[in-house]
């Protein structure tokens, strides 16, 4: 069965033996590069460039399978992207890697308990052959809220919990 994960590494393979072809295997990487980009809430941004998102540095970059935010170090900065939240399936949104903090997106159950989504952080990670989900990554002390921004909490209650599931 042809997955999402062969079809991106055979394109990855691909461009790589383009650019080798191109440039006599000099300078392929240069070229490859060129068409990298991660998006971080809907905006794309280029390869190598680096933003600030709840206390925290990241720069686009390559996995080896598709663009990709690497985490770096903590930061006292702002945040240089909008942050809305984990309340959307990340596709189209978010590259792997990004954080968010939770929303009432992410709540779930644990028997009749209600777990609410904002009480952790979210990273963007691919399944096995499906689509980009979020993942909870951190509690959510570890994301920094910029100034009159914080967690927002459910609307939902554990009355919406059964036998684990939220209906």
Request: with cysteine; glycine share 16%.
């Amino acid at each position: 069965m042809f997955t999402r994960f062969a079809a991106r590494a055979m394109a990855a393979c691909v461009a790589v033996a383009a650019g080798a072809i191109g440039t006599g295997l000099g300078g392929g990487a240069a070229q490859a590069d060129e068409g990298i980009a991660c998006l971080w809430a809907g905006v794309s941004h280029p390869y190598l460039s680096e933003v600030v998102a709840g206390g925290w540095s990241f720069e686009c970059g390559w996995d080896g399978l598709s663009s990709h935010w690497f985490r770096g170090g903590r930061t006292g900065a702002p945040s240089t992207v909008p942050n809305p939240g984990a309340g959307s399936a990340p596709s189209g949104s978010f590259s792997g890697g990004a954080l968010q903090p939770g929303t009432a997106y992410t709540d779930y159950c644990v028997g009749s308990q209600l777990i609410e989504g904002a009480e952790d952080v979210y990273e963007v990670v691919w399944g096995a052959s499906g689509p980009p989900f979020w993942k909870a990554a951190a509690p959510i002390a570890q994301w920094r809220f910029d100034h009159g921004t914080g967690p927002q909490p459910s609307w939902r209650s554990s009355s919406l919990c059964y036998d684990g599931m939220l209906i």
